[in-house]
């Protein structure tokens, strides 16, 4: 089973949604928090609820892009955050998507994806990014018993990975994650080199 946009759909109409906390994610809110360019333009794609994005509005930081296949999910964040311009809520497959960032977040999109899509991933990423742009969020460090999404991996498989096309420049195991996630997430911060 591919997980395309129907199956995103339905799995939010039928509140299948367990990957959602509900929040801003702990470890990706902290390294928000060390930010001093509010100017930074700034990608979440496969946002679902998008509370980071949410979090980093009200912080200041304006130019930030939410992008997911689902269109409900735009639409509720529209609801909480009216004043959010609409043009920078993305219902587009992010392999199609084209624009240039200073920063792409990562939380639970990656692992979404079939792992075959994982070089596609990295080229998009790569492609989306300005020259020194980051790519910056979490990663599960596990594999699940149950075929995926979520679709897990190691720390050894992913440094192999994105340094193909990224510097490393920070890749670990995640101090402040949620409970539930606690010993089982990767920390990252990669740069694009180009
Ligand atoms: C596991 S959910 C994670 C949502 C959100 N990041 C979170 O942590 O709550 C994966 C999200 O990616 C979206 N998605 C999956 N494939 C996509 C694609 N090719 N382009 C854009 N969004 C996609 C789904 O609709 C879903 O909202």
Not at 12 to 38: C, E, H, M
Not at 56 to 72: A, S, T
Request: charged residues 25%; negative net charge.
């Amino acid at each position: 089973m591919i997980p395309d946009k129907e199956y995103w759909k339905y799995r939010y109409q039928n509140k299948q949604t367990g990957w959602d906390i509900g929040y801003a994610s702990p470890p990706i809110i902290n390294y928000f928090d060390q930010l001093t360019d509010r100017d930074l333009k700034i990608l979440i794609p496969g946002c679902g609820n998008a509370y980071e994005a949410e979090y980093l509005f009200n912080q200041g930081f304006k130019n930030i892009y939410i992008l997911d296949l689902v269109e409900d999910v735009l639409q509720n964040f529209k609801r909480r955050l009216p004043e959010f311009p609409s043009e920078k809520l993305i219902c587009d497959d992010f392999f199609s998507y084209q624009n240039k960032f200073d920063l792409i977040i990562e939380q639970t999109f990656f692992c979404a994806l079939p792992p075959e899509r994982r070089r596609d991933y990295i080229n998009k990423v790569s492609n989306l990014l300005s020259k020194k742009g980051k790519l910056v969020g979490l990663l599960f460090n596990k594999e699940f018993e149950h075929d995926g999404p979520p679709f897990g991996g190691s720390k050894e498989e992913y440094e192999l990975l994105f340094s193909q096309s990224f510097m490393i420049k920070t890749l670990e195991n995640c101090y402040n994650s949620i409970e539930p996630r606690m010993g089982n997430e990767l920390f990252f911060i990669f740069e694009n080199p180009l």
